[in-house]
């Protein structure tokens, strides 16, 4: 069964620290990791995301590291800020897979002001 | 336009009605999705439309019945439901041979 891994479920990270969210895989050929934020109320948002032939990608405060040969994956958010207080899934495309999507159980990450 | 549109935000339906929920979007995607989200979890996939035509039915029960009318829109017919069928019900988009998924923000459903 594919699967995806995500820990901690739950995270409380001070103003101005790394928060840091793992992923692992196992057993699938994926090639599609995206990260997605959800506020409450709100649907998930695509925040960053990484193919498997790249070892990092950075875009602001937020930076993916992949490690295909480790199949793990993890979300870094620099200078972590209030704002940034949400729920933070990972997830994972199948290559054979256009439309699907394996997803982590995602994290509830907390920013202490 | 970026966004994926979704009405009602909210709808409280008896076991006996008839709903409909709603979703748009002008991004020109040519693949939308309705997933179900139930609290503290992630997403799960119920329907794909892939060019409006049904490509992927997770196996939902025929109490829930997708529409796609144009490239555009995509409606969830609600009929006969029962109260754990309460959740988050979100519609996506997403270009063919792309990965990136636009979520809406969600029909909250309470049956009651």
């Known amino acids: 069964q594919q699967q995806v891994k995500q820990s901690p479920q739950s995270l409380i990270v001070q103003k101005g620290g790394i928060s840091i969210i793992n992923c692992a895989y196992e057993n699938t050929a994926f090639d599609y990791f995206p990260w997605y934020q959800q506020f409450p109320g709100k649907g998930p948002a695509l925040l960053i995301a990484i193919r498997p032939d790249v070892s990092e990608k950075k875009e602001g405060r937020f930076t993916i590291s992949f490690n295909k040969s480790a199949k793990q994956f993890s979300l870094h958010i620099m200078d972590s800020q209030p704002g940034d207080s949400a729920t933070y899934f990972c997830?994972?495309?199948?290559?054979?897979?256009?439309?699907?999507?394996?997803w982590g159980a995602g994290t509830k990450l907390i920013i202490k002001p | 336009d970026t966004e994926v549109t979704q009405t009602p935000k909210h709808l409280v339906m008896g076991m006996t009605n008839k709903k409909s929920l709603k979703c748009e979007q002008h991004m020109g995607h040519r693949a939308m999705y309705w997933y179900k989200q139930k609290a503290k979890k992630p997403p799960e996939l119920m329907f794909v439309?892939?060019?409006?035509?049904?490509?992927i039915n997770e196996s939902v029960p025929s109490r829930f019945s997708p529409e796609c009318p144009n490239s555009s829109l995509l409606n969830l017919h609600l009929h006969a439901l029962q109260p754990e069928d309460s959740a988050l019900y979100l519609c996506a988009s997403s270009p063919i041979a792309n990965y990136g998924y636009t979520f809406g923000s969600g029909t909250r459903l309470t049956v009651v």
């Open positions: 997830a994972a495309t199948p290559a054979d897979s256009n439309y699907q999507l394996i």
């Open positions: 439309y892939s060019y409006e035509k049904l490509s």
